[in-house]
Structure formats: structure tokens, C-alpha cells
């Protein structure tokens, strides 16, 4: 039974298994998600639209090639299998944005591509089975009793113990703060639960129902087509429905009671509506020295390229807070002490950012300097990639404005086999000032650090020391 089975599936198994393969690895590769929010809702729905129809290329690409490669073991024509289970393929770019997106929504996402696919998979063998039965009814009714041998326990009982151990093992990765994991369980238990179910009670019109009707093809690809809008929605421009979207959200949640003391300021698109507030970690005091910016570099002078470094020691403040949020609210927690030293973390399964800004007072020019040069020291010993990118930034003037001198991974973090309790490293990076910035100036410098996804719910044990400006 097992056999035959396996060879009335094989001929749309391999062209379902190839499209998906195809289409993830695709809508991984072209599927991106903004830097910053500046979408509008013209070219959101612009994006979420070109994602649907790109999937739906290669789907078609992947299934007719599949077909016309392996003609001599595929018999069945191709139209009919691309519309089949396109409806499976059909989320990869909702999963694929909200992996990048690190969202706890991807956990939800595999269930409903295996679905559609064993779906699809048992409507072609209910039909498959009822033709090659059909001669045999004549002599099944010459018979006066038809008994039919009943399944084994062990047959009976194990789908249904599969399906316990993988919904438990998938909620607790997903607690844990691993949603990939948790969907591939849920689309497990999903998958034992529906070849479980029986498919000879079903009517004589099996046949007909493998060719998924026009209208459930349509409405099924709108819904998509809906849900990865939403996705993008986040990364829309602030306004009037961004703001109150999250005013919404703040609303929904259980609001934080402010901590004593003062509160920085914050401009009039801050969050202040509850939830997670934040922190702010202030520095121990310490005497700041005068920056005296170097002179901006002559390219026909020798003499400027020589000038020594000029060194800026860090006694900026720390900020760690959750998107939407774009630095910590009014209500934030002041805390004093040292990076590498405190732990901070998330209340929830969404990342945590933090980044380090130093305010420098007076101006200084971006033609000053070849390279920004970062000192950090990196005391954190927890596995997972880390990585700094710098911003300088002009926040007084006319015209304010941000500049990202790129993102650097810390070398210290990349080893696989990190030993706990390990000495704190001293590193040193360097960020090239692009030519095109030279004719600005800039008056805070950020550093954002940003950990791998395993470890995003924790602030990294990071201290930055110093910046130098080469000429």
C-alpha cells in the first residue's frame, strides 16, 4: 500500500518539492525589506505586489521545467500542477520578509504553505485511487458482505502522539525565541493531522476538485497579496496613520510606571503611550578634554597627510529600546554603569536595539578626515555574530541630515566556539568616510550594534572607548 502510494504521488511531488525550493530561494534572495521607514503607501503596495507576481514567475519557471526535464516520468501536463499548488509557494515572500523582519509571526507561516501542499497531494491521490478502483466496483458488489481489515494500533495511535510532541516542542521554541523552528513543528503537526484524516468518505466529485476553481485561486492570491502589505507597514513614512497605528499599539499594551529622576527630550514623533519604554545607561563621570577637530585635508599639500589623529573619548550615553520606536522614550529608566557589565533585555520575543551616540558641541567637517577609526572593547562571551555600523549625524543648522559609514562585523564575535568567562577584547575598526560626504559637517556620531538573530533580545556587552579621526 505504502508503494503505491509513494508511486501515484511521485509524479507531483518532485515538481511541488523543486517549486518551492526555487521560489524560497529566489524571494530570499530579491525580497528585501527598507533600512529605514520611507515607503509610501503607493510604493508599498508596489512592493508587496511585485513579490506576489515574482513568486508566481518562478513557481510557473520551476514547475515547467521540472515537467519538460523529466517528461518521460511526468505524464501529466503542467498547466494543471502550476495552478495547483500555487497557493502553496504563495507565502514564501510573507516568510521570507518576516524572517527578516525577525518577527514572531514566521512561526505561523510554514503551517499554511504545508497545508495547501498535502492538500493539494491528497486531492491527486483520492483521484488517482478512485480511477484505478473503478473496474473493480463491478465485482465488489457481487459480494454480499465486504469486511475491511482495521488498522493496526500502533498505526492509530502514533500520528496522534507525532502530532502532541511536535505542537509542544514547537510552543516551546517558539517561547524560547525561535519562530523558524516552531513553524517547521507547526507545519508538521498540520501535515500528520491532514494525511491522518480519511479520504475515502469523500464524494465522487474528488476528481474534479484537484483543478483548484478560478475564483479560490483569486482570492487566495489577494489574501497574500494583503498580508505581505501588512508586513511592509512598518516601513511606512511618519503620518497621520503611522502615528496612529502606533498610538494604537500603545494603547493595547500595559504601561510602564516612570522612573524618578530626569528625562531626556524627545522630539514630538516619540512614542509615550506605554509599553516598553527603554533605557538610557550613562557612563560613570569622567573629565572630558576639548576636541580639537583636525584641519580638512588639502590634497595638495603633503604636510595634511601627515597630521597626527585626533582622538575623541566616548562619555556619550547608551540607548536601548524596540522598533517602532526609533530611541527610548520619555518615560525610560536612567541607569548608571558600564555596558560590558549590565544586562539588559527584552520583555518580549521582539528585538532590542541599542545603539551609543557621543554629542561632539561644535561642528565638524567631514573633509577633516580620511577614516573614522572605532575603539570598542567586546567582554561578551555568548555565541553569535555582532555587528557596529557608524552614523554621523548634524543635528543643529539648517538642514539635518545622516550619514552611515557602513556596517562592520566585530571579529572577536565570529568564532563558533566562544569559551564562557573569556577576557574582554580589545578591537579597533575602521569606517572610510565616503568622498561624496566631504562637503558636510557633522555634530553627534552613533554607533549601532547590532547582534545576530539568536541573540537579539539581549543588549551585547559592548564599550565603546574611543573614535580617531584620520586625516
Not at 530561494?25 to 509610501?40: D, I
Not at 518576516?98 to 499554511?112: D, G, N, Q, R, T
Not at 466496483?137 to 500520528?159: C, Y
Not at 556620531?445 to 539581549?458: F, G, H, N, Q, Y
Request: hydrophobic content about 45%.
Amino acid at each position: 500500500m505504502a508503494e503505491e502510494t509513494s508511486q501515484t504521488l511521485a509524479p507531483v511531488t518532485l515538481p511541488l518539492l523543486g517549486s518551492l525550493l526555487l521560489t524560497g530561494a529566489v524571494a530570499y534572495l530579491f525580497c528585501t525589506l527598507p533600512a529605514r521607514p520611507s515607503l509610501t503607501w503607493l510604493s508599498l503596495l508596489g512592493s508587496a505586489f511585485v513579490y506576489v507576481l515574482l513568486a508566481a514567475a518562478v513557481h510557473a519557471l520551476a514547475v515547467w521545467a521540472i515537467c519538460r526535464v523529466f517528461r518521460e516520468h511526468i505524464e501529466i501536463p503542467f498547466r494543471p500542477l502550476i495552478l495547483g499548488f500555487w497557493m502553496s509557494p504563495a507565502w514564501l515572500p510573507l516568510l521570507v520578509l518576516l524572517i527578516k523582519e525577525h518577527s514572531i509571526c514566521a512561526a505561523f507561516v510554514p503551517p499554511l504553505i504545508s497545508v495547501f501542499a498535502v492538500l493539494f497531494l491528497m486531492r491527486w491521490r483520492s483521484s488517482v485511487e478512485k480511477q484505478a478502483s473503478a473496474p473493480l466496483q463491478t465485482a465488489d458488489t457481487l459480494s454480499l458482505f465486504h469486511l475491511q481489515e482495521p488498522p493496526s494500533l500502533l498505526r492509530s495511535v502514533l500520528p496522534a502522539a507525532l502530532t502532541s510532541i511536535a505542537l509542544e516542542a514547537g510552543a516551546a521554541a517558539l517561547l524560547l525565541g525561535y519562530p523558524l523552528w516552531a513553524g517547521g513543528l507547526f507545519a508538521l503537526c498540520a501535515v500528520l493531522l491532514l494525511w491522518a484524516l480519511p479520504i475515502r468518505s469523500r464524494s465522487e466529485d474528488a476528481a474534479r476538485r484537484t483543478q483548484v476553481s478560478k475564483r479560490s485561486l483569486v482570492i487566495g492570491s489577494l489574501l497574500v497579496f494583503l498580508l505581505t502589505g501588512v508586513v511592509l507597514i512598518p516601513f511606512l513614512r511618519p503620518g497621520p496613520f503611522t502615528e496612529g497605528l502606533q498610538r494604537l499599539k500603545g494603547l493595547l499594551r500595559i504601561p510602564q510606571v516612570d522612573a524618578p529622576g530626569s528625562h531626556p527630550k524627545t522630539n514630538a514623533k516619540s512614542q509615550t503611550y506605554g509599553g516598553y519604554s527603554g533605557f538610557i545607561l550613562i557612563l560613570p563621570p569622567k573629565p572630558r578634554e576639548k576636541t580639537v577637530p583636525p584641519a580638512p585635508v588639502n590634497q595638495n599639500s603633503f604636510s595634511s597627510v601627515r597630521t597626527a589623529p585626533t582622538i575623541i573619548p566616548f562619555d556619550g550615553a547608551y540607548w536601548y529600546f524596540k522598533a517602532p520606536d526609533h530611541r527610548p522614550r520619555d518615560n525610560a529608566r536612567v541607569v548608571h554603569g558600564e555596558p560590558t557589565k549590565v544586562n539588559i533585555h527584552s520583555t518580549d520575543l521582539q528585538e532590542l536595539k541599542m545603539e551609543a551616540h557621543q554629542y561632539l558641541g561644535n561642528p565638524i567637517e567631514m573633509s577633516c578626515c580620511r577614516v573614522l577609526r572605532l575603539a570598542i572593547q567586546n567582554a561578551d562571551d555568548r555565541a553569535g555574530e555582532i555587528s557596529i555600523e557608524v552614523l554621523l549625524t548634524r543635528t543643529t543648522g539648517k538642514e539635518s541630515f545622516t550619514q552611515s559609514l557602513g556596517t562592520l562585523v566585530v571579529p572577536s564575535s565570529e568564532g563558533k566556539h566562544i569559551t564562557l568567562g573569556r577576557p574582554p577584547v580589545d578591537e579597533t575598526l575602521n569606517f572610510p568616510i565616503p568622498p561624496s560626504a566631504r562637503g558636510r559637517q557633522f555634530d553627534e556620531i552613533t554607533v549601532a550594534i547590532k547582534p545576530s538573530w539568536e541573540r537579539m533580545l539581549a543588549g551585547a556587552h559592548i564599550a565603546v572607548q574611543h573614535f580617531e579621526l584620520v586625516p
